[in-house]
Nanobody, 115 residues
Framework: QVQLVESGGGLVQPGGSLRLSCATSGTILRINVMGWYRQAPGKQREMVASITIGGGTNYADSVKGRFTISRDNAKNTVYLQMNSLKPEDTAVYYC?????????WGDGTLVTVSS
């Protein structure tokens, strides 16, 4: 069983930055892939970024060059650094983890980009 707890969401002005954190209940060294998804009001959940156990990363085209995913194995935490935020980045952001054939989700953290 993997428990995920997201934090770091909030209200930010366009052009601003936020860093989201996803803390896991155990070591992330056993987790094959971790990722961030988001769901805006009235829209489907979409992939934002992912990172493998080897450090390989993948990003949605809409966030490339603005968002960076990283992992700190010592802290069992994955981060999403979000820069140059736009109103269309407003959404609930969810962390997920894929381990031993099971996909786990956190409860999400709300990011609102507005002036």
């Amino acid at each position: 069983q993997v428990q995920l707890v997201e934090s770091g969401g909030g209200l930010v002005q366009p052009g601003g930055s936020l860093r989201l954190s996803c803390a896991t209940s155990g070591t992330i060294l056993r987790i094959n892939v971790m990722g961030w998804y988001r769901q805006a009001p009235g829209k489907q959940r979409e992939m934002v970024a992912s990172i493998t156990i080897g450090g390989g990363t993948n990003y949605a085209d809409s966030v490339k060059g603005r968002f960076t995913i990283s992992r700190d194995n010592a802290k069992n935490t994955v981060y999403l650094q979000m820069n140059s935020l736009k109103p269309e980045d407003t959404a609930v952001y969810y962390c997920n983890a894929f381990r031993d054939g099971i996909l786990y989700w956190g409860d999400g953290t709300l990011v609102t980009v507005s002036s």
